[in-house]
């Protein structure tokens, strides 16, 4: 992998998910005059898989968010603001297209015990329900939205 990769892949997903907290913090939390809130991050089942020989900046990448998701959620929840993550598997977007493996979504998706890929819907519902009152009490969590897999 090439430096250039490297950056973009660190500064997408982790400088990227660093930079929503402190601005999260800094507007909702009750020490800045918010009301709290919730704020979730986008892990990826690739943090616990290690994705070798593929995608392994990614995971690293990931693997990071899911230890952001557990300090954090120590860190701003005195000041009023749940941190949870929701690490999906593999959803049927453009992403591995776009990153010249066709088809891989559809290939991969069938082996998770479900036996499909995921939609981008169904790893929004995950996500609306941990920023709702339904979820009032769940802060470090990472929410696994993989098929099982």
């Not at 990227?16 to 704020?39: K, V």
């Not at 990071?64 to 959803?91: F, Q, S, Y």
């Not at 069938?110 to 920023?131: D, H, Q």
Request: net charge positive; aromatic share 2%.
């Amino acid at each position: 992998m090439d430096l250039a990769r490297l950056r973009r892949v660190i500064d997408v997903n982790l400088l990227g998910a660093l930079l929503t907290a402190r601005e999260t913090a800094r507007r909702i939390g009750r020490s800045a005059g918010g009301q709290g809130g919730a704020l979730v991050l986008l892990s990826s089942v690739a943090s616990r898989l290690g994705a070798p020989a593929e995608y392994v900046d990614y995971a690293a990448a990931k693997g990071a968010i899911d230890t952001l998701t557990l300090g954090l959620a120590r860190e701003l929840g005195p000041d009023g603001i749940r941190v949870n993550a929701v690490r999906p598997g593999v959803v049927l977007t453009q992403i591995h297209e776009r990153n010249g493996t066709p088809g891989r979504t559809e290939c991969v998706g069938t082996s998770a015990p479900l036996g499909r890929a995921g939609t981008p819907g169904e790893v929004a519902e995950a996500i609306l329900w941990l920023v709702s009152d339904a979820a009032s009490y769940a802060s470090g969590a990472i929410l696994d939205v993989t098929g099982g897999r």
